[in-house]
């Protein structure tokens, strides 16, 4: 296992350091092949005060290219101890860019059990973070122990510093969950700048017919101050069973400037005939101002049972009444869902709100039924404008079907061509 630490018999054990010649800096770790470990790669820095020049900083695990890329696969294998592809902790402007990561190649080995980690990007305040073009693919056997592909907790403190997410492949697997928590992408830093663009989320089996849980594609928590951009990822052939809450986009924080854009969530199924929940995207915080664009997404082929209270919502959106929000060219198409309720739009706060040429096709339902959703008790400004709603299939026989709904105290509501 390669490793960087201050302590070399004692892992967790950090070094008060003294002049920046204790640093470890400059580092690359190019074109390993690292397997029938618990940690493949581990980097333990010191938590440096800013200026940070006595940090670890510029480290490298994978290049700039596939051919410096590491390998680590075989990685876990049972045990009840976490376990991690990749871990480093107060790094500073680290690159972890083009490794291929599998901890089952030949599906001949058992499976790690205990919390189960692609990449596990560990505090550093203000820093700079660059995860791009991983391959991850990671099969967890436990039943109730968190599953994550790329895990981040560095670059808090915003200080004009970026982290970025993208370019990433994700193929998870975890058949043997009862009631355990997933994280395709996680984040809960706050940098300046977040950007989790053209990451590719696909393949993801959950639990079995009796699973629980809650499964987060992609989740953002940490508020940014300055941008955020959560645009062009792809998450396709999803299998969901039993009643375990999926978020594909689960976005909570105060926030106040984001675009969550071009993004495409497709083949999506609930096999088991059990209740259970789906968002497309969940938008949920408190921000002081600024303007959300939601735009040019598409949500397509998503099937849950008809039979039984599965509920569906799109694009949900509930924030501060000082907000703009844009949602606009947005298409969902071929939604099935069961006796639940099922709402294409949901928005519940904000300030300006702008719902205008989007498109609805094939909805088939058996619950109530929401095409556009708009407040609870805030009062703001809306308009609905040229949003196409087309081949709406309802059989509940006790159901209620709303293509416009307004529960509010609204000023200058408008609708038109919906």
């Known amino acids: 296992m390669p490793f960087i630490t201050r302590h070399p018999q004692q892992l967790a054990t950090n070094l008060t350091i003294t002049s920046a010649s204790g640093a470890h800096a400059n580092n690359q770790i190019y074109s390993n092949v690292i397997k029938n470990c618990n ?226 969530i497709t083949n999506v199924t609930r096999t088991i005939s059990a209740t259970g929940t789906m968002y497309g995207l969940y938008n949920f915080g408190s921000p002081s101002g600024g303007t959300v664009s939601i735009s040019s997404n598409t949500i397509t082929s998503v099937s849950q049972s008809s039979t039984t209270a599965t509920s569906f919502y799109g694009f949900y959106h509930g924030t501060s009444n000082t907000q703009n929000i844009n949602c606009t060219n947005n298409f969902l198409n071929n939604i099935q869902s069961g006796t639940g309720t099922m709402y294409n739009f949901y928005i519940t706060y904000g300030n300006m709100i702008n719902i205008a040429n989007n498109s609805v096709n094939n909805i088939t339902h058996a619950g109530t039924y929401y095409g556009v959703y708009g407040g609870i008790t805030s009062t703001y400004t809306i308009a609905v404008t040229n949003n196409t709603f087309t081949s709406l299939n309802f059989y509940g026989a006790t159901s209620s079907e709303y293509i416009f709904y307004l529960g509010a105290s609204l000023t200058n509501a408008s609708n038109s061509s919906h």
């Open 39 to 264: 940690i493949g790669i581990y980097l333990y820095g010191y938590a440096a005060a800013s200026p940070f020049t006595l940090a670890d900083s510029n480290n490298d695990i994978g290049g700039n290219s596939l051919s410096t890329g590491n390998t680590i696969i075989n990685f876990g294998g049972g045990g009840t101890n976490s376990s991690y592809a990749i871990y480093y902790i107060n790094q500073w402007n680290i690159n972890v860019s083009y490794n291929t990561i599998n901890n089952n190649p030949t599906n001949t080995i058992t499976n790690h059990a205990g919390s189960f980690y692609g990449i596990y990007s560990g505090s550093a305040t203000s820093a700079n973070v660059s995860i791009t073009n991983n391959t991850i693919t990671i099969q967890s056997g436990g039943t109730t122990s968190l599953l994550a592909g790329i895990y981040n907790l560095a670059g808090s403190t915003a200080a004009s510093n970026t982290v970025n997410i993208t370019g990433n492949v994700i193929m998870p697997t975890y058949t043997t969950a009862t009631s355990a928590t997933f994280y395709g992408i996680y984040n809960t830093a706050t940098p300046a700048y977040l950007f989790i663009n053209n990451n590719n989320l696909s393949g993801y089996i959950y639990g079995a017919g009796t699973s629980t849980g809650t499964n987060y594609l992609i989740y953002q928590t940490g508020l940014i101050s300055t941008s955020l951009s959560i645009n062009s990822n792809t998450i396709s052939n999803i299998n969901i069973n039993g009643t375990s809450t999926t978020y594909f986009c689960y976005n909570s924080s105060g926030t106040p400037n984001y675009s969550f854009t071009n993004n495409l």
